[in-house]
């Protein structure tokens, strides 16, 4: 962070640069240099990309699965990980009873006996049980081949703090050598996803779906809590990450910004 905006000290450098006698060697090492910096960044951002994703499906195929299936068929009595899931096949079960009723009601289907219909009930609860018996065991094999993932992860970002910095450097010179309404565009997309006023139906979605790729019961208190401080905090940084270092950067990307935003 400098007294004067980014762009304009490294104008001024590169018309410094142009004046000295070996301007092109400098340029030429620059260009190597720069080569260099992207295949190593885009190396490193492959490999944090598919090895954890490689860890994980190895880990969920071979040895996560089989152990916790193995450990499931010992207990047969349990099927469900928590009451909502149970409460879901009940309510599945009541529809396809209520389905029958109606369509013999309609003549849709025959008149079924009394034995007939309590065997139809039982096929479906039969099959209720081990889907939700399948989806019991999706979810605790999800909770430790996420972990195992996590902590791939880690280990790689801590072992690979050099290429990390590399990388770290290279998104910086991407981000601040994009035009000025580029970045007041990204800002405003990311912005408007994260933080708008249609993103709380989004966030629902998405903390459902992974309360449900845990196996963790669904709690309204605790997606209203998230979105009403999340979301908040984000923006917050947003306008942070604006006022302390692009507006320093590239004042002409905030003065962009506010007027598409107007």
């Known amino acids: 962070m400098n007294f004067l905006p980014r762009s304009i000290l490294r104008t001024l450098r590169k018309f410094q640069q142009t004046l000295e006698p070996n301007a092109e060697a400098k340029v030429v090492e620059e260009f190597r240099t720069s080569r260099r910096q992207t ?8 490999i944090l990309i598919v090895v954890p994703l490689l860890v994980n499906q190895l880990s969920r195929n071979f040895v996560i699965t089989p152990l916790v299936k193995k450990f499931w068929s010992q207990g047969q009595s349990v099927v469900f990980l928590n009451p909502s899931q149970e409460e879901k096949a009940l309510a599945e079960l009541k529809r396809f009873e209520q389905v029958l009723d109606f369509e013999a009601r309609i003549s849709k289907t025959p008149k079924l006996s009394t034995e007939m219909r309590q065997s139809k009930l039982k096929e479906k609860a039969i099959a209720l049980k081990e889907e939700y018996k399948t989806k019991s065991v999706n979810a605790v094999t999800n909770i430790f081949a996420d972990i195992l993932t996590a902590a791939t992860f880690i280990f790689l970002i801590v072992t690979g703090k050099q290429q990390l910095s ?9 981000t601040y050598s994009l035009s000025d309404s580029a970045k007041a565009f990204l800002i405003i997309i990311a912005t408007d996803i994260f933080v708008g006023y249609h993103s709380p139906y989004g966030w629902e979605i998405i903390l459902e779906n992974i309360l449900s790729h845990f ?26 990450w604006i006022f302390r270092y692009l ?10 910004y506010r007027n598409m935003n107007e």
């Open 166 to 174: 590399i990388l770290k450097s290279f998104a910086s010179d991407i």
């Open 247 to 256: 507006n320093r950067s590239s004042p002409s990307a905030v003065a962009t």
């Open 39 to 46: 295949i190593d960044s885009t190396r490193f951002l492959l």
């Open 215 to 240: 196996g963790i019961p669904e709690n309204k208190n605790f997606i209203s809590l998230f979105i009403a401080t999340v979301p908040v905090t984000m923006d917050t940084i947003f306008k942070y």
